[in-house]
């Protein structure tokens, strides 16, 4: 039998279907209340009746839902669920392009919607770009950054200096955690037996969080507990480099060759030695690389973490800032991204002669 | 000395490597597997020293049964149980010394082997050994920097190390030359002769079986479906072995 009837999709009623149904229905109840929701707040409200301030009850959102799922279960049984084809819950020929399907030409719909709607929501406006008083204003700015206050050099070489400095030491501090944790965070070395795996989940877990909190969060937090100044940034600095460095480290344990592992095992080397002679030789030259290259990305993000508090030139930059002293703001502007140079320079040569 | 009695290996994934494999190694044999690719030869060799677990199956290693230890008594009888292997799998970045050392890692505490301190006595065999295998004023050569055959060498010293009484070699020549494969088949043979190491070898070439072994067997589909001497194999066993197409491809 052939497949060109493409209608309908396979009706075997198991618990692993009935899951796909669910979620491909919950995919597009989302679907169509998100589109409901944007056309009526955005498209009708905003764009064609311009109303300034729209009203806004809770009742707006259910009404989509209710609407969305009304739809979703009518268009369930064509090939216009988005649900169904991510489910894989179509039966369409292998070799057939999907970029025609009705779904398809949903999903190019929900992408434009979007757009609209980005472009309305981030307050795209040409002619605020192009305005005589803007103009004027980034002249202002641009003649003002070109013509630094050389006079605040010294100042602005201590702060860099301390800048450099506060990134060397997060980066320092990082290493000793970040080196154990990443042999905890390695799947490879930790799936021998379910403690080891839990583990090396929960050490997942934990850095993944500490990750997902941008290190510019912590220094506000550091700051209010440390107080203002680079050992707040320094704080902040060093809990991120722990997070992504066990990451890069562990992602590099967990590719390196089995080979010496295995011999070591098979001498009756304690599980200690084996990583020691059988993982350790293999990891210590990227480890070195990514730690030079976190270091480099310490110095960078020390200069944006100064800006609400850290220290360093990032600091300084905020306080000239503040005063619209462009002037000064300019040659700072000029020392941070001649760091920047330096930094990406000196980091890749180190690197590049290491491997 | 090895008595392998209905051995059979199960991979997670549901393969069948081992389907119930029974023999045994006498004392001084140098016994060879041979077999195509995937016919479960890694893995036997494999569960003789743990490297896998076997799902069922006995073990006798001299009297004591492999598949029931555990942690350091694991760990012992491993030590005496040599292992060679077909990418060598030495130590990168560390000389040929260090890497004949770690033969002795099951008898040095774990501290003394992270610091490098070994015994003095160990040192002086492992320069005894390097100079058996050929490498002498190679000692503080980095290893990965050694020619293929020569890494191969420094593998066996590194089992020597071990005082072992078997030698496990899983396809020890089948990514070297054919000149090298002899000179590294030639070690295998003193190592067996000389010290009175049993040697059990994974191979790929029926000429050199038939040169080195002292015994074979063979393996298919996870199946011992011969044993015998070398030289009884002919045309129609080593069609059964390798499939009715295949092609005998001698190295001399």
Sequence with gaps: ?355 | MIQIENLVKTYPNGTQALKGVSFDVKKGEFLVVIGLSGSGKSTLLRCMNRLHDPSSGKINFEGEEMTALKGKALRMARSRIGMIFQHFNLVPRKTVMTNVLTGTLARTGVLASIFGWYSEEDKKKAADYIKIVGLSGKENVRADNLSGGQQQRVAIARALMQNPKVLLADEPVASLDPATSHSVMQYLKKVNEELGVTVICNLHFLSLVRQYASRVIALKGGKMIYEGQPLDIDEQWFQTIYGEDAVEVTIN
Excluded at chain 1, 180 to 206: D, H, K, P, Q, W
Excluded at chain 1, 226 to 246: C, K, Q, R, T, Y
Excluded at chain 1, 265 to 279: D, E, L, M, R, S
């Design chain 1, 1 to 355: 039998m052939s497949t060109e009837n493409t209608l309908p999709a396979k009706h075997t009623p198991s618990l692993g279907n009935m899951k796909k149904v669910i979620s491909a229905l919950a995919i597009d109840t989302f679907l169509w209340s998100y589109t409901a929701l944007v056309i009526y707040k955005i498209i009708w409200e905003k764009l064609i009746k311009n109303v300034r301030y729209p009203e806004f009850t809770w009742n707006q959102p259910l009404t989509a839902l209710a609407v969305g799922f009304g739809i979703s279960v009518v268009l369930f049984f064509t090939t216009a669920s988005l649900g169904r084809a991510f489910q894989g819950l179509y039966d369409f020929d292998e070799n057939e392009t999907k970029l025609g399907k009705p779904f398809a030409i949903w999903g190019y719909f929900v992408i434009f919607l979007t757009f609209i709607a980005g472009l309305h929501m981030s307050q795209v406006s040409m002619r605020e770009f192009l305005s005589d008083s803007g103009l004027e204003g980034a002249r202002r700015i641009f003649t003002a950054l070109f013509n630094p206050n050389w006079n605040i050099i010294e100042d602005a070489l201590f702060a860099a200096v301390e800048t450099i400095y506060m990134a060397f030491i997060a980066t320092a501090f990082a290493i000793p955690v970040a080196f154990i944790m990443g042999f905890f965070a390695a799947r490879n070395l930790m799936s021998s037996n379910r403690l080891m795996f839990s583990i090396y989940t929960l050490t997942r877990f934990v850095l993944n969080m500490s990750r997902s909190i941008e290190p510019l969060v912590w220094a506000i937090i550091f700051s209010v507990w440390v107080g203002i100044g680079p050992f707040s940034g320094m704080l902040a600095l060093m809990l991120h480099s722990v997070a992504s460095l066990s990451k890069l480290y562990s992602e590099q344990i967990e590719s390196i060759g089995d080979g010496p592992i295995e011999a070591m095992t098979a001498t009756g080397a304690h599980p200690i030695q084996v990583i020691w002679y059988g993982v350790v030789p293999q990891i210590v030259l990227p480890y070195l690389s990514y730690t030079i290259y976190r270091w480099d990305i310490n110095v960078r993000m020390a200069t944006v973490i100064g800006l609400v508090g850290g220290g360093g030139i990032g600091t300084m930059l905020m306080q000239y800032q503040g005063l619209a002293k462009w002037n000064e703001v300019g040659l700072l502007v000029i020392v941070i991204a001649a760091i920047v140079w330096f930094m990406d320079w000196a980091s890749s040569k180190i690197r590049e002669a290491i491997k």
